[in-house]
């Protein structure tokens, strides 16, 4: 429903149950005996209590939709208090028909016999809320402001309300990867949490303090008194006023791991600050071991940090040796001068055969600019050139490269 369409709906019954409850009040005192039900009333007077009900249902929705406005809530919210008074007003209506007709008993023993099974069915979880809501009241095994978990329920949040039927949590985590609000509300019933394993981290909201730890992976051959300096320097440092409040040093404990050792560097943390401390210590403990040769991260497959770098500069050079190589002419080349022995060039021609030229020549520029002289490769090119080819790889030695 729109809300153009709901305000008129509202209008529309506010001013047919006005009319009609005034029209039929004045006939009631107009003609008080004319058509008398069997509870004594009018049919004018009964018709007027009916409207009566419904313009006060009305009146109410109006005076809510107004109060919900003037505090910038949506118009939502009237819609959904609007149905609850119109149910309200047709449950008050029913009774009074019961009553016009002189019926109240026999409803009452209706009700009675099925309308209380039906109730204690329905208010079975309410109830259970309620009393949940009555303990924990009484009991305070967390408040607004406490940082719970649920783990049955895979929920963390902090508390935001706790009201006779729900705890409002703000959920922790969810949208994210780390231990932080997202500001998502989550409604818990109160009923759930009677079967519920509920974990408080903040019972303490004065000093509302954690073990945590932050994991480094160093290689064996790291100073472990290094590492450890840099990690203990690096909780130290971030973690000081914390240290000052609750008296807890940062500590080390250590496992053995395929490619190295694992340092757990503990300490105590805010609860509710944990994933921005846990970040301000590892871009500490990140910058100290770039500037600590003597300490190298361990990677899986690589073995070290500083060894992936060497091996991408070792890539990056042999990429840039293949795109140098060329395909030079046999012809353009000057076979060298001092003579090969005929069994060494045997010999490469066999392999070169079956495999191919493994490793291209290094060829420079002949000072008159006719052709090119070996530097590297002699028995390569004598080996080819007596296979017959026509081309050979080579790399081209500039002597301005060095």
């Known amino acids: 429903m729109t809300k153009v369409h709901y305000k008129f709906r509202m209008f529309l019954s506010f001013w047919i149950s006005c009319v009609l409850f005034v029209a039929t009040l004045n006939l009631h005192f107009i003609l008080p005996e004319y058509w008398r039900l069997p509870s004594g009333l009018s049919l004018a007077g009964f018709v007027a209590l009916l409207s009566g009900i419904w313009l006060a ?15 910038g809530r949506p118009a939502a919210e009237a819609l959904m208090i609007g149905r609850l008074y119109r149910l309200v007003s047709i449950l008050v209506i029913i009774l009074a028909v019961a009553y016009g007709f002189n019926k109240l008993g026999t409803f009452g023993t209706l009700f009675t016999l099925f ?25 305070r095994p967390f408040r607004p402001g406490d940082r719970i978990q649920c783990p049955n329920l895979g929920l963390t949040g902090d508390v935001q309300e706790i009201g006779p039927m729900y705890v409002v949590l703000d959920q922790v985590g969810g949208t994210v990867g780390s231990e932080e609000a997202v500001g998502r ?27 945590d730890e932050v994991v480094v992976r160093i ?8 590492a450890e300096r840099i990690l203990l320097d690096a909780a130290q440092k971030v973690t000081g006023p914390i240290i000052t409040a609750t008296g807890v040093q940062p ?15 503990r ?19 990140m910058q100290a071991v770039k500037n600590t040769p003597s300490v190298d991260l361990a990677i899986p497959f690589v073995y070290s940090y500083r060894a992936a770098m060497d091996r991408r500069e070792e890539n990056s050079h042999h990429k840039s040796q293949v795109e140098n190589i060329q ?23 066999i392999g070169i055969r079956e495999s191919g030229l493994l490793q291209p020549i290094v060829l420079t520029v002949a000072p008159d600019g006719r052709g090119y002289h070996i530097l590297a490769g002699h028995l390569r090119f004598e080996a080819c050139r007596k296979l017959g080819w026509k081309s050979i790889p080579a790399i081209i030695h500039s002597p301005k490269a060095g």
Do not use: C
């Open 57 to 71: 249902a009305t009146l109410l929705m109006i005076a809510t939709v107004w109060s919900l406005r003037r505090k």
């Open 115 to 139: 309308g209380g099974m039906l109730l204690g069915w329905s208010l079975q979880a309410p109830v259970s809320g309620f009393a949940a809501w009555v303990l924990i009241s009484i009991k």
């Open 185 to 211: 509300h989550i409604l818990v019933p109160n009923a759930m949490l009677f079967s519920q394993v509920v974990i408080n981290y903040t019972v303490r909201q004065e000093a509302a303090y954690m073990l």
């Open 219 to 226: 290689t064996y051959d790291s100073k472990m008194e290094e």
């Open 251 to 265: 500590y080390i404990r250590s496992d053995f791991w395929e490619y190295g050792l694992l340092l757990r560097l």
């Open 267 to 285: 300490y105590q943390t805010r609860v509710k600050d944990r994933p921005q401390i846990a970040y301000e210590i590892n871009k500490q403990i």
């Open 327 to 349: 395909q030079i002419p046999v012809a353009e080349i000057h076979p060298a001068e001092a003579e090969l022995h005929a069994d060494e060039v045997d010999q490469l021609m």
